[in-house]
């Protein structure tokens, strides 16, 4: 099946394959830093976040969220025993662009994918 990605997605995408700048808070939450000003840094889960778009729409999930929760999803799916950092399998790394110095976009196909993994 074919998704549809809406910018926020594609964002989200974007966000998650830089994963390996994030900081690891306590539990599943991250310092995330924005993508506008990378100074600016959010405290993120996948389900809540700092940032003003989420205050703005706190009923719907930011793109900082959804990058959270794309990035536990993918480290979750592995075998025990998982990585003890945010680190993806080869293939996930590959198809997500992982830690790649600029973001090359992802065919659709892919994208939806992961996205589907949510
Ligand atoms: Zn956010």
Redesign the pocket.
Known sequence: MTVLLDSRSRKALEIAAGASRWTRLVGRAFAVPSQSDPRQI?V?SADT???P??ERHPDQR????TACALVLALIDSQPEPRPSKLVPTREDADTIGWDRPVYAPISDTDASRLMGRL
Do not use: L, P
């Open positions: 959010y993120t976040c700092t940032c778009d989420s930011c793109k900082h969220s």
